[in-house]
């Protein structure tokens, strides 16, 4: 992108050839003298001037044109062979000539000059917009030194390349990460100090600097103003990536605040009903108010049973989910009947209130192959998914759970209600934590149940969705019925064959 400073030979070279070049047209003039006149002489010795300024520079051009001057003066103006001019004719004729070739020296040394000077840019304009193009929508730290490490690398010629960078400041007296350090190509650098050093600088502060060697060339103004750029470029899409990570640092607290305050609003609410319940009860049972043998007793000690399960509940929900978001939720998964663990669950559910105003209809043949599930999960993934498909259905409807293979020997399990259709948006995020759509006010609960069977599921290698039908709502859910690669061993409660 830049031209190389001249070496005394080659400039003494440039002034030499130069002054071939009019030997050389003195000699050819010289042969067609005796057809030539004065003037179109003078005329044919602007050419080599011209084409010694365009090809070697301003100063051999000028070169030129004074060996010009005295090859024409000694050549062709009378008297031959001397310097002297004794006519006032030919002095004007000399000086004309100096002057024109001088200043067409000039002239196409100044556009020589331009033209190096419009291609430099150029080539400084393309550097730069390469060197934009590829920092573009970079946030990773590592990448953007490594972008411009290679193009500084590139574009001046360099040995070695150093970037340093300091770690990202997150608060007073505090940073994030360790400090960056790329160094192009992975080697030692030399035993000296750095030919340039720029920083890497923005209106927040140093965030590094640049250290370039090479081998001792002097530096060019060009060069430094597009390293200053580089460097400039370097350190604002560092403290693009910067800003990037305290935006989304901001954001994961701000949901992270959000759901600590959704958790615990929940939570105290659903903990200070049950609470409530089993405090009157007890307050009861041991007041004189109710005596023993009354027939509140059974009632209060019922109730007292049903709220501490509902407490079992509600902390097993917080715990498991926590143990899904750490990605500690393993399932002690055997090969159990996919037909016990529904009747398990189906004979629990049927003593609580909310199956008391629906119908139950279980479609689950005791001939389905053994899955390979943690029971204790699956159980409480049929009682969440029941439990939420009584809560929303309207009363005296119908909610069924069924279980088919599919032909690529999977597990298809549905829980489906009567109740209204969910809009298609909220489809996707009724597995979201503390998430609901319809009846919120008027359905207790957390909202962690239907995400927790997500966890459990995935956990299991299935997969979890929901869906609206003609006919009501649905929850479909996959298990795979493959273990390890081996199939499933025969179910004990499939009836014996003859």
Known sequence: MHREPLSPFSIFTQYLLAVISIAVTTSLLYLLSGTLDTPIIALLYMLPVGLSTALWGLKPGVAAAFCAFLAFNYFFITPYYTLFVHQTRDVLVLVVFLIVAVVISQLVGQAQAGLAAATDREREATRLYELSTALAGLHDEQAIARIVAEQTFDTFQATHVHIVAQAQR???????????????????????????????????????????????????????????????????????????????RA????????????????????????????????????????AWDSN???????????????????VGN??????????????????????EIVGGVVARTLHGPAAQQHHLEIDVSEDLPLAPVDYVQLEQVFSNLISNCL??????????????????????VQVSNQGPPVPEEHLDR?????????????????GL???????????????????????????????????????PPRSPLEPETL
Request: charged letters at 25%; one cysteine or more.
């Open 449 to 487: 149940g239907l995400s927790i069977c997500r966890g459990i599921i995935e956990a299991h290698g299935g997969r979890i969705w929901a869906e609206n039908r003609s006919d009501g709502f649905v929850f479909n859910f996959i298990l795979p019925v493959e273990w390890e690669g081996a199939s």
């Open 430 to 446: 009724i597995f979201d934590k503390f998430y609901r759509v319809t009846n919120a006010d008027r359905v207790t609960g957390t």
């Open 296 to 314: 509140a007793r059974p009632e209060l000690l019922a109730a007292i049973d049903e709220e501490s399960d509902h407490l079992n509940r509600l």
């Open 170 to 248: 997150v608060g007073p007296g505090k940073s994030s990460g360790a400090a960056l350090e790329l160094l192009l190509p992975p080697e030692p650098v030399p035993d000296r100090n750095p030919d340039w050093l720029f920083p890497l600088q923005t209106a927040r502060g140093v965030l590094g600097e640049i250290r370039l060697w090479r081998d001792e060339r002097p530096v060019l103004p060009a060069e430094e103003r597009l390293l200053r750029t580089f460097a400039s470029q370097g350190a604002l899409a560092l403290e693009r990536a910067h800003l990037a990570e305290s935006e989304t």
């Open 318 to 339: 917080l715990l498991d989910m926590s143990r899904i978001e750490a990605g500690a939720l393993k399932p002690n998964r055997k090969w159990n009947a996919l037909a």
């Open 391 to 412: 809560k929303y259905a309207p009363a005296n409807s119908t909610v069924r759970v069924s279980a088919r293979v599919q032909a690529d020997q999977n597990l298809l």
């Open 251 to 290: 954001k994961v607290l701000e949901e992270s605040d959000r759901l600590k305050s959704a958790l615990l609003s929940s939570v105290s609410h659903e903990l200070r009903s049950p609470l409530a319940t089993i405090k009157a009860s007890v307050t009861s049972l041991r007041s004189e108010a109710v």
